[in-house]
């Protein structure tokens, strides 16, 4: 299969506590995407980060992406209850015409 | 308001009707994209469209049709050879062109059709 996967698939925890949820991939990529996805909502676009880029920050979100082990990270600091959602990551593929998406975290925050 | 609209969000059909899914997005946007969810999966990719009048099948296609006769619209329909339609339905849109990166998706809200 060309998606990702996501690690691990659900997640609980307490609101205050940070998330981490860990992707990886099989194939050479031109960037990698985070995605988040409320309950029965579409997906919005959370940051993307380059093939030549190693960690990125938007807000309480720090990406980080190894290329050498194809895997990246998606760390959520100082969590609350509205960041209950599932979170998937997508890489461009190299000569690929579309996104590949994982098959998500479930992360549970419990207020 | 810019964004993406899918119609309805929900629909209910009968097993052996073809039904069709609206998908219209105003961000001027050259590539459209349908995806089909699965409950606690991924997105799996059923078609993609870089330019009007022309589309690609994506790995689900069987069972699906599509067309992209304006560069705003992109439905799909959903025909009886599907063997199991029931799913969550996602289009998205991306400013990507038919070369290049693929950048960012904007997704629309979804259609959940039951078939039974």
């Known amino acids: 299969s060309q998606q990702g996967e996501e690690d691990p698939q659900a997640l609980s925890i307490q609101e205050g506590e940070n998330a981490t949820m860990n992707c990886s991939y099989k194939?050479?990529?031109?960037?990698l995407q985070w995605y988040r996805q409320n309950s029965g909502r579409g997906l919005v676009h959370l940051i993307l980060?380059?093939?030549?880029?190693r960690e990125k920050h938007s807000g309480r979100l720090r990406v980080t992406l190894d290329t050498s082990k194809k895997s990246s990270s998606l760390l959520i600091t100082a969590s609350r209850a509205a960041d209950t959602a599932s979170y998937f990551c997508?890489?461009?593929?190299?000569?690929?015409?579309?996104?590949?998406f994982g098959t998500g975290t479930r992360l549970t925050v419990i207020p | 308001d810019g964004g993406i609209t899918q119609s309805p969000k929900y629909l209910f059909r009968k097993e052996g009707q073809n039904v069709t899914l609206s998908c219209e997005q105003n961000l001027n946007h050259d590539a459209m994209y349908w995806y089909r969810q699965d409950p606690g999966q991924g997105l799996r990719l059923i078609y993609y469209s870089q330019i009007v009048n022309d589309f690609q099948k994506g790995d689900i296609a069987e069972g699906y049709s599509v067309s992209r006769e304006k560069k705003e619209s992109f439905p799909l329909t959903v025909t009886s050879a599907q063997k199991n339609p029931t799913a969550f339905y996602l289009c998205a849109s991306s400013p990507d062109g038919s070369r290049g990166v693929r950048n960012e998706q904007y997704f629309g809200p979804g259609t959940r059709l039951t078939v039974t």
């Open positions: 980060i380059r093939s030549n880029e």
């Open positions: 997508a890489t461009a593929q190299t000569g690929a015409n579309n996104l590949f």
């Open positions: 194939t050479s990529i031109n960037n």
